[in-house]
């Protein structure tokens, strides 16, 4: 019998057990912390620490920090849900499945186009919005299209989720990871911007090539297609059904200026006006109802769609406030600064390029038990900041440390809910998939080590 992976809830739970565990065990200890003049921005005084009184986490804490965790995060957990429930609305005009229609007919007999079009638009939606969960209904679609097209439907799964979560892990503008991280390390928001597209530009390269060298194989030789015997059984069976796509019409144009008009606003809003989370929240909010209506949705099925797309982003913003718990007990233990004083005094004492790195292995890892972007920084960025002043990293830099570890490992990981989904919608098994995406993985990590190793060379800031 296989071993099942606990529920990322439970991980959680453990995690914050432990936390509280620690607080009996870790001597408790303070930082002062002041704010800089030059920046605004709250830091730690490193040559203020000292010991404490122990403030051990009894039992009754560990269950209310669950509730407390959710309260500091409220403005995250209600982004979040805000933001899916917007995207809701659009996706209920019709405009993605149709858009994949229509390309699909106008580039009949260049397919390598078509595949290159739809992994660039997915990986731009994992990019600049953090789209990823949102792709997963357009799988079978995926599906149906590489049989079509001769391919297995691992090149279908792939052209949309891998894709997506490539441009997911560049950050890039992505509200969800680099926002909310930004956000706690207290760094204008979206700063770094064009460092993060130069990421984007080498992770979507390297990952359409990956995908399309496989195709490529496939189409080739079935044998070489990590699916080849199922292939044949599904061509035996004909179990692969697809909803109909529907036909591109002059409303879903309208959708699309609309959505540009938008992004244009984001982009305009975050750098000259100063934008953040709660005025992303409302742009996204007026995209989706705007979206909705020239798209032909009445106001109950737009409602329905905000309903729909929330639920979607449900178990992600839940997780944010659950993950919060963690940094609660340890803040109520008073053993966060002490772990910041220890691992900061470690990281301190080794070459800056390698501590970064460090952290950047760090999130690799940690994402395997916190599968979610955002609830993820919210768990680790409170105490990475701090470090990263310590240990004198950027925190421009220990941001693109955190977003590279979360988004890179979300391709593998089988904690991650959105990728098992998708493997179960293509009827794809995780070994096989395993197998072909361990290599690609592999080349992001060194495509980690290289940015964050420039990022430190070059001093990435503003701070």
Do not use: C
Not at 1 to 19: D, E, N
Not at 176 to 205: D, H, K, M, N, Y
Not at 235 to 264: K, M, Q
Request: aromatic share 10%; hydrophobic share 55%; glycine share 12%.
């Amino acid at each position: 019998m296989k071993a099942k992976i606990p529920h990322v809830f439970v991980l959680l739970m453990i995690m914050i057990i432990i936390g509280a565990a620690l607080t009996y065990i870790v001597p408790a200890g303070e930082f002062e912390r002041v704010e800089d003049p030059e920046t605004g921005r709250t830091v730690i005084d490193p040559d203020s620490f000292e010991y404490v009184d122990p403030s051990p986490v009894g039992p009754f804490e560990i269950f209310m920090s669950v509730q407390l965790g959710m309260i500091d995060a409220a403005n995250i957990i209600f982004f979040v849900f805000i933001v899916g429930g917007a995207f809701g609305m659009i996706r209920a005009t019709g405009v993605i499945e149709a858009g994949i229609g229509r390309a699909m007919n106008k580039l009949q007999g260049r397919e390598i186009l078509l595949l290159v079009g739809i992994m660039l638009i997915t990986a731009l939606g994992g990019a600049s919005f953090g789209l990823a969960e949102e792709f997963i209904p357009l799988v079978p679609v995926g599906v149906l299209l590489a049989r079509k097209l001769r391919y297995d439907a691992m090149v279908g799964m792939a052209i949309f989720m891998v894709a997506v979560r490539g441009g997911f892990a560049s950050g890039a503008m992505n509200p969800f990871t680099v926002g909310v991280a930004q956000g706690i390390a207290e760094l204008p928001i979206f700063s770094g911007l064009g460092f993060r597209w130069a990421i984007f530009a080498v992770i979507t390269l390297v990952t359409i090539l990956y995908v399309l060298r496989y195709a490529k194989k496939v189409k080739e030789n079935p044998e070489n297609g990590v699916m080849y015997d199922l292939e044949l059984e599904a061509a035996r069976e004909n179990d692969v059904h697809s909803e109909e796509v529907p036909e591109y019409e002059p409303r879903h144009t309208r959708v699309l200026v609309v959505a540009l008009i938008g992004f244009i606003a984001l982009i305009y809003g975050v750098l000259e006006l100063g934008w953040f989370i709660n005025e992303l929240a409302t742009l996204f909010l007026i995209l989706g109802i705007v979206g909705g209506l020239v798209g032909g949705v009445g106001p109950n099925r737009l409602a329905e769609g905000f309903v729909a797309g929330a639920k979607d982003l449900a178990l992600g913003a839940l997780v944010i406030g659950i993950a919060r718990g963690i940094l609660v007990v340890l803040e109520q233990g008073l053993i966060v600064d002490t772990i910041i004083f220890s691992a900061g005094s470690w990281l301190a004492a080794m070459p800056t390029m390698l501590a970064a790195n460090g952290m950047f292995v760090f999130h690799l890892l940690f994402n395997f038990l916190v599968p979610s972007g955002s609830g993820q920084a919210a768990t680790t960025m409170p105490i990475m900041v701090p470090i990263a002043d310590l240990a004198d990293i950027t925190r421009q830099t220990a941001v693109v440390a955190y977003n590279l570890g979360d988004g890179m490992s979300n391709q593998i990981f089988p904690t991650v809910g959105a990728l098992m989904a998708a493997l179960g919608l293509a009827n794809i098994p995780y070994e096989r998939y395993f197998k072909f995406i361990w290599p690609l993985v592999l080349i992001y990590a060194l495509i980690g080590f290289i940015f964050v190793t420039i990022a430190v060379a070059i001093n990435l800031g503003p701070f």
